[in-house]
Nanobody
Framework: QVQLVESGGGSAQAGRSLRLSCAVSGYVNNMIAMAWFRQAPGKEREGVAAIVDDGATTYADSVKGRCTIYKDNAKNTLYLQMNSLKPEDTAMYYC???????????????????WGQGTQVTVSS
């Protein structure tokens, strides 16, 4: 089993930055892929960014150039640095992990079996 606990959400004005954290415990070493997803009210959950065990990263077009996903293996923590925030970034953000993700599907919700409880990000204009 793997447990994921997000933190770092909050309210920010457009143009500012936030850093989300996801503390991982359990069978951490088995997790090949980790990712951040978000879900805005009335919308489907969508992939934001993902990182695999070799360090390769993938970003959704909507955040490319503004967000950075990275992990600190010593702290078993996944991060999402979000810069130049926009009101459309407002959503609940979820951390996810799995020990296998099919090629080309790394930002797909249905590829991940472990999820955190989410942290809210609200961006005002």
């Amino acid at each position: 089993q793997v447990q994921l606990v997000e933190s770092g959400g909050g309210s920010a004005q457009a143009g500012r930055s936030l850093r989300l954290s996801c503390a991982v415990s359990g069978y951490v070493n088995n997790m090949i892929a980790m990712a951040w997803f978000r879900q805005a009210p009335g919308k489907e959950r969508e992939g934001v960014a993902a990182i695999v065990d070799d360090g390769a990263t993938t970003y959704a077009d909507s955040v490319k150039g503004r967000c950075t996903i990275y992990k600190d293996n010593a702290k078993n923590t996944l991060y999402l640095q979000m810069n130049s925030l926009k009101p459309e970034d407002t959503a609940m953000y979820y951390c996810a992990a799995d020990d296998w993700v099919r090629p080309g599907r790394i930002l797909r919700v249905d590829e991940y079996g472990y999820w955190g409880q989410g942290t809210q990000v609200t961006v005002s204009s």
